[in-house]
């Protein structure tokens, strides 16, 4: 069993900056990719962010050059760190990782339960 608890998410105005924080823990035997989604109310989950196990990134495109994704394997985290907000980013912000638990050596997902970030005047 693995969990992923998320932090790091609150109210900022505009042009600020928020960094979120995602640990997973448990039946951990690897952790192939991690990833940030966003979710507005009445809207889809959308994926903002991913980082593979060697580090390479992806981001789309509304967060390019303003958002940065990264990882500490020694911690089992991922990071997002979000500058230059804009209102448009409020969202339920959710981690997911593809995690290869300890007994069956395969990748599933896991998700974090969300953090609200809330970009407003």
């Known amino acids: 069993q693995v969990q992923l608890v998320e932090s790091g998410g609150g109210l900022v105005q505009p042009g600020g900056s928020l960094r979120l924080s995602c640990a997973a823990s448990?039946?951990?035997?690897?952790?192939?990719?991690m990833a940030w989604y966003q979710q507005a109310p009445g809207k889809q989950r959308e994926l903002v962010a991913t980082i593979s196990s060697g580090g390479s990134t992806s981001y789309v495109d509304s967060v390019k050059g303003r958002f940065t994704i990264s990882r500490d394997d020694a911690k089992n985290t991922v990071y997002l760190q979000m500058n230059s907000l804009k209102p448009e980013d409020t969202a339920v912000y959710y981690c997911?990782?593809?995690?290869?638990?300890?007994?069956?050596?395969?990748?599933?997902?896991?998700w974090g339960q969300g953090t609200q970030v809330t970009v407003s005047s």
């Open positions: 997911n990782a593809m995690v290869k638990d300890r007994i069956s050596l395969m990748p599933l997902p896991y």
């Open positions: 448990g039946s951990i035997f690897s952790i192939v990719t």
